[in-house]
């Protein structure tokens, strides 16, 4: 817009000269404001002015036009690189909270283990059996359980939520407050409704089950709870949090530097939660890791299939003569406001 702007009064400041001044040798300059060459013939600054009238047509319909409709003010609002439409994200929404509802009503109604397979934990050799069973990524955590990996875990967590809203406090992203918090909503409520039914319908006993030590009581290792391993719903909220910002925030702000710091501590965060959580033998790796990928991948997709398409951006070869004599080629672009 800032170039637009800047073109629209170089064309006024132009075309007020050529009207006065016809016959005065005019001095050209580039966009940036360096003076090319004197000119002495009216013919060629004609051409010239008549050239850039042409070209931005779509800009300045005619020389005579109102300047001050052509001048963008600073409190324009910027475009967003997002669409929201009501009635399709309010149905996404819906749906998805609608199913995290339900997701949770399964993990209430889930069983608690049973009993007559509790021998298979509780005796040595045959839980010895079950861990050796393991996939490889998962027997070293097999039998963990920690109460202050537990807490610490949460830290990241909350921390993760309040994250977005720290991007607030860039322009680009609070001219679109309210979109912004309804895909990151939407991009939660999404996340929760994949979790809460895979956990409400899958069995997978918790690191801590297989703690047969006595750190762990009985009552606890074999209530339902203990039977929500797969996969992690901690990381993949924290995934879907700090991957919907950096990805926001990239997109808002494509030029902006230190987009890798961003994008290094949306990875780190969930990582931090996932270790925290298999400390606290809640989780195995691998419930870890389908919980980090699904979770950066809402964080991503969500935002991603809301980009808004660009019909009014052409590009064409072009070629000519440059003001200085020199011939050129290229690619120009062309983008009707």
Do not use: C
């Not at 990524?137 to 990241?156: C, F, M, Q, R, T």
């Amino acid at each position: 817009m800032k170039k637009t702007t800047f073109l629209i009064a170089l064309l006024f400041i132009a075309h007020t000269y050529a009207q006065d001044s016809l016959k005065v040798t005019k001095t050209i300059y580039n966009f940036n404001s360096k003076a090319l060459a004197s000119q002495e013939s009216d013919s060629q600054f004609n051409d010239f002015y008549a050239g850039l009238v042409q070209t931005n047509s779509s800009t300045v319909k005619s020389p005579n036009t109102d300047f001050s409709k052509n001048i963008s003010t600073k409190s324009d609002k910027s475009i967003s690189p997002y669409e929201w439409k009501w009635v399709r994200d309010g149905i996404w929404t819906g749906a998805a909270l609608g199913a995290s509802a339900y997701g949770l009503l399964l993990i209430k109604n889930k069983e608690d283990f049973p009993s007559e397979k509790e021998i298979n934990f509780t005796d040595p050799q045959l839980l010895q059996d079950k861990i050796d069973n393991l996939p490889f990524l998962d027997k070293w955590v097999a039998g963990k359980h920690s109460e202050s990996a537990n807490s610490i875990s949460d830290i990241p967590f909350a921390l993760s939520f309040v994250a977005p809203f720290a991007f607030l406090f860039d322009d680009e992203i609070n001219d679109h407050t309210g979109q912004y918090i309804g895909l990151y909503i939407e991009s939660l409520a999404t996340t929760a409704a994949l979790y809460t039914i895979t956990a409400g319908l899958v069995d997978r006993s918790r690191p801590y089950v297989y703690d047969n030590s006595g750190d762990t009581s009985n009552d606890r290792r074999f209530k339902n709870n203990g039977q929500r391993a797969f996969y992690s719903g901690h990381v993949a909220a924290t995934a879907t949090a700090t991957f919907f910002a950096a990805k926001a925030y990239t997109d808002f702000n494509p030029d902006a530097n230190g987009k890798i710091f961003i994008w290094g501590g949306a990875a780190v965060l969930p990582a931090a939660v996932g270790v925290f959580r298999m400390e606290a033998g809640q989780h195995f790796l691998s419930d870890v890791l389908i919980g980090y990928v699904l979770g950066a991948g809402t964080g991503i997709l969500v935002p991603e299939l809301h980009k808004r398409k660009v019909d009014n951006l052409d590009v064409y070869p072009s070629s000519g003569t440059s003001f200085n004599g020199d011939s050129y080629n290229g690619m120009a672009f062309r983008y009707t406001f």
